[in-house]
């Protein structure tokens, strides 16, 4: 309770009529059914963009590279509208990346967790 939502992907159902997740659930979890649309993940992806363009400091002659981290999951979900969410995190910049089975991060006060369905973009100035 009091923090952000963790996702878990749902693989497959187990023997005893549970859910196989990638990720642990501790027993006794509240757990909450999510749903999204290709345009809300593609959405998010626009809004981390925004969210690394505002932050990076005013550069004259420079144009940031992209770095794009991906689960793997999302790529699943969204199959050929994967290259929107591709071509909306870069907005023709130059892209590198990674899809990932999930990203370990935490918020500086927290221990780590564990994510999927995540994305992670951050931008970098470089000299042309």
């Keep these: 309770m009091d923090s952000e939502v963790v996702v878990r992907d749902p693989l497959m159902p187990d023997e005893a009529q549970g859910l196989i997740c990638v990720g642990e659930v501790p027993k006794g979890s509240f757990v909450r ?8 993940l593609i959405a998010a992806a626009a809004r981390a963009r925004v969210l ?4 990076m400091p005013p550069l004259a002659e420079t144009e940031p590279i992209v770095l794009f981290i991906d689960c793997i999951s999302r790529a699943l979900f969204l199959g050929d509208r994967i290259v929107d969410e591709l071509q909306t995190a870069a907005a023709g910049r130059t892209l590198f990346g990674a899809m990932t089975l999930g990203e370990i ?3 500086g006060t927290e221990y780590l967790e564990f994510y999927n369905k995540t994305s992670v973009l951050a931008m970098f100035p470089v000299d042309r």
Excluded: F, V, Y
């Design 33 to 40: 059914l999510l749903n999204g649309t290709p345009e809300s």
């Design 52 to 55: 690394a363009e505002q932050s």
């Design 105 to 107: 991060a935490n918020n």
